[in-house]
């Protein structure tokens, strides 16, 4: 319910924000300002350091974290550690108001940088495992996948062949010559230092379960295996890892989402393609549990497939053991924060995260940090009409229901009175999406906007508080 009123909040401020108008109110303006600033240019660390709105932004995300939590800031004001993450990587360490011995962190910050600068060149982009979220104690980290022969030795350095695009927008590969050639004969002995950095790296945090969202085994780019992924690791390095391959649709795929005004009912991925080739695995263990026929997937249309994944993200950071979760895609900047996004808002409308953060509050958080602060590329989404961030938001509503509560037992956030969860949640088939978007045109007019027919006008609720918003929309 809480989450309904800050999706219906926050989309009036997104409508604002794209048309140069911000809404009223400390908090709705400073959610204006941020999107403003993330439709304007991605977030690099290198560049973040003379903007004043960029600085307001990574400012409040440590407010923001630091009313719930104890945390130490690990350092990248130059992009240095990696140029796509934040200037200030957030470790949390313990609840603010918890005991010492309370779901307490044993990861000490000094340690933990010193592997992650030995681990950054094991993963595309230098984007190294990062915890983003901490639950019971255990890290929810994020990363992209794991580099593959291309990267590492395409260039020297850290001048990765990447040019930094889509995840398919690589830049042209370099000739390779006979040396280069021996040099990938002897890629195993690279392999194994580089990779067991980053396994020392995930054993620290006490990392078991990752999560693979790519559709395919390694990509692969003018016959060279750009980047590869743990689960065809020749080696097997990861096997003392529970790993989960769980393919879902790359940031091209929300195009068909867009185009068809913004409906993902009935939205169904075209698994036949020639470079699909990661089917579905899950350990049986971890599915017992959760009363899904997971040989469908293919027939899941987004909507589907977006739940049940999100139903075994939770099913396993909620088990009973001390482990952490790692998710990626390729570069981890389009689906992997889509369900960290997911997992942050869900725990926090449990009352399991972020207690003390209202709606606006941590909708700013996950847009900041999670997105913008991670390096989501949304002027580019938005001028192809990508719109995985929107869909993000939009699809809060299709996971109101306790099956996605961590809490399975207790009722979410309080609701506005005199509402039950569907009355407040459940969008009419007409209200599905619209005029919220941020899309490149950003199709804000009532009257062209596609499905504008039936919705309300934002215009009318924006000075409304959160609850009255919600309350006016449904």
């Known amino acids: 319910g809480s989450i309904t009123q800050a999706v219906v909040s926050g989309a009036g401020m997104a409508a604002a924000a794209a ?7 400390s908090g709705d303006r400073a959610l204006a300002e941020l999107l403003l600033e993330f439709s304007r240019a991605q977030y690099r660390a290198k560049d973040g350091g003379g903007a004043a709105a960029v600085e307001r932004i990574e400012r409040r995300c440590l407010e923001l974290f630091g009313r719930d939590y104890r945390y130490s800031v690990i350092p990248n004001v130059h992009g240095e550690v990696c140029a796509h993450y934040p200037r200030h990587i957030v470790f949390l360490e313990r609840d603010a108001g918890a005991s010492r011995d309370s779901f307490e962190s044993t990861v000490q910050v000094g340690k933990l940088q010193d592997l992650i600068n030995r681990s950054k060149m094991a993963r595309c982009r230098g984007r190294f495992v990062c915890p983003v979220i901490l639950y019971k104690g255990k890290h929810i980290c994020r990363s992209a996948t794991l580099a593959g022969w291309g990267e590492l030795y395409g260039r020297t350095g850290y001048n990765y062949i990447f040019s930094g695009g889509s995840d398919d927008a690589w830049a042209d590969a370099e000739d390779i010559s006979e040396e280069d050639s021996a040099l990938r004969n002897a890629d195993s002995q690279l392999f194994d230092k580089v990779r067991g950095h980053d396994i020392k790296l995930l054993r620290y945090l006490s990392v078991r379960y990752i999560c693979d969202l790519m559709v395919e085994n390694k990509k692969v780019k003018f ?24 393919p879902y649709p790359g940031c091209e795929f929300f195009k068909d989402y867009k185009d068809r005004d913004y409906t993902a009912e009935g939205l169904i991925f075209n698994w036949k393609q020639d470079y699909v080739d990661a089917p ?59 369900f960290i996004s997911l997992l942050r808002l869900s725990l926090w409308a449990d009352g399991l995260i972020h207690t003390s953060l209202e709606p606006s509050e941590i909708l700013y958080l996950t847009v900041a940090y999670d997105w913008f602060l991670f390096g989501h590329m949304l002027v580019d989404r938005l001028s192809k009409g990508e719109e995985i961030f929107f869909f993000c938001f939009n699809f809060l509503k299709h996971i109101t229901s306790e099956e996605f509560s961590a809490l399975k037992s207790q009722r979410r956030k309080s609701l506005p009175p005199g509402f039950t969860l569907e009355e407040i949640c459940m969008l009419k088939q007409k209200d599905r999406g619209s005029t919220t978007s941020l ?8 009257e062209s906007s596609p499905g504008a027919t039936g919705s309300f006008t934002y215009e009318a609720v924006e000075l409304m508080p959160a609850g009255a918003q919600a309350q006016a929309a449904w």
């Not at 750009?226 to 790993?243: G, I, N």
């Not at 589907?304 to 939770?314: A, M, S």
């Not at 950071?317 to 390729?330: A, E, P």
């Open 439 to 446: 899309s490149s045109d950003f199709s804000l007019g009532m």
């Open 223 to 246: 016959g060279l295996n750009v980047t590869s992924s743990e689960k065809v690791d020749k080696a097997q390095r990861y096997a003392d890892f529970t790993l989960l391959s769980i």
């Open 19 to 25: 048309r140069g108008c911000p809404p009223a109110g």
């Open 280 to 338: 579905l695995s899950i350990p049986v263990s971890l599915t017992q549990s959760l009363n899904i026929d997971w040989s469908e997937y293919q027939s899941w249309d987004l909507i589907q497939q977006t739940q049940n994944y999100l139903k075994l993200l939770i099913s396993i950071i909620n088990s009973d053991d001390d482990s952490g979760l790692l998710v990626h895609c390729i570069s981890g900047w389009d689906r992997t924060p889509l």
